[in-house]
């Protein structure tokens, strides 16, 4: 039985990035998070720091958004 893995591709502005997480900030509902690298991958995708962050599907309801 083969598995399958969802991916949520979140596209929004990094803030800082550390050797462990990157801060991830959503323009469309101006909240911010950290995204730990352990279960992202990080594409910069223009200039000004836009990036496509993709996480697995178990982590997505993990994230803790704050406000901005």
Do not use: C, E
Not at 38 to 53: E, I, L, N
């Amino acid at each position: 039985m083969a598995q399958t893995t969802v991916l949520y591709y979140l596209n929004g502005f990094s803030k800082a990035k550390t050797d462990k997480a990157v801060l991830f900030f959503d323009p469309a509902t101006n909240r911010q998070a950290w995204i730990p690298a352990s279960v992202s991958t990080v594409k910069f995708v223009g200039p000004d720091y836009r990036v496509k962050v993709t996480v697995p599907g178990w982590f997505f309801n993990k994230i803790n958004w704050s406000a901005v």
